[in-house]
């Protein structure tokens, strides 16, 4: 904070919020300030979040990769509290996407289905309450890292960041597959080209970067 920056911290459990948060509030909330995974995030704390304007980074696809760890080694009173997404975005509380790669996996076209579905591998709902619209879960990658409050648009003068689909939102919000990048710029560079490519020849050449 004396240099000006706001700090991340890493909170996967409601002992570490709760310290993460006093300390903040210690310090002294500044714009910026967020926190990290979220894993367990009862209301009250959530509400303490809001208060302190502080910014929130999830990986929602952590339920669909681990849920079934959850459920079995997470006990029943935290399970509704893990990697919630729209009692955060009720809340005003500013939140984006995150992969944690390589501990998970870096695709975030599989993350927004898990924020859509809330699925475990296994097929089992969890938290279903905490799922997101497929645009609200497009647009927690949209946001802009430097400041989550805004989402970034594509506009005159804009960073050439930058992915085009082989179809249709309205078609590609259904599926949220990776399979449907035909073309991925970052800083205005070609780094993924699938357009002259079939889908199946595109795995050829690796997965759209994250």
């Known amino acids: 904070h004396r240099q000006g920056r706001g700090v991340a911290v890493h909170c996967t459990t409601e002992a570490e919020l709760v310290f993460a948060l006093a300390v903040i509030e210690a310090a002294g909330p500044m714009r910026g300030d967020r926190i990290e995974h979220a894993g367990v995030a009862p209301d009250s704390l959530i509400a303490e979040m809001a208060?302190?304007?502080?910014?929130?980074?999830?990986?929602?696809?952590?339920?669909?990769e681990r849920g079934d760890a959850y459920r079995r080694d997470v006990e029943p009173r935290h399970q509704g509290d893990l990697y919630r997404l729209?009692?955060?975005?009720?809340?005003?509380?500013?939140?984006?996407?995150?992969?944690?790669?390589?501990?998970?996996?870096f695709d975030p076209w599989a993350a927004m289905r898990a924020a859509v579905h809330r699925t475990t591998a296994s097929g089992a709902s969890f938290g279903q309450h905490e799922a997101l619209s497929p645009e609200a879960a497009l647009a927690l990658y949209l946001a802009d890292p430097a400041d989550l409050d805004r989402q970034r648009r594509i506009a005159v003068d804009a960073p050439a960041d930058l992915v085009l689909l082989d179809r249709p939102w309205s078609a590609a919000r259904e599926r949220l597959n990776a399979d449907d990048v035909a073309l991925c710029l970052i800083g205005g560079k070609?780094?993924?080209?699938?357009?002259?490519?079939s889908p199946g020849e595109r795995g050829l050449r690796g997965d759209p970067p994250a």
Do not use: T
């Open 86 to 105: 729209a009692s955060l975005a009720e809340a005003g509380i500013a939140l984006a996407g995150g992969s944690d790669a390589p501990f998970a996996s």
């Open 190 to 197: 070609v780094a993924f080209d699938g357009v002259d490519q």
């Open 51 to 64: 208060r302190m304007g502080l910014w929130a980074v999830s990986q929602p696809h952590f339920i669909a």
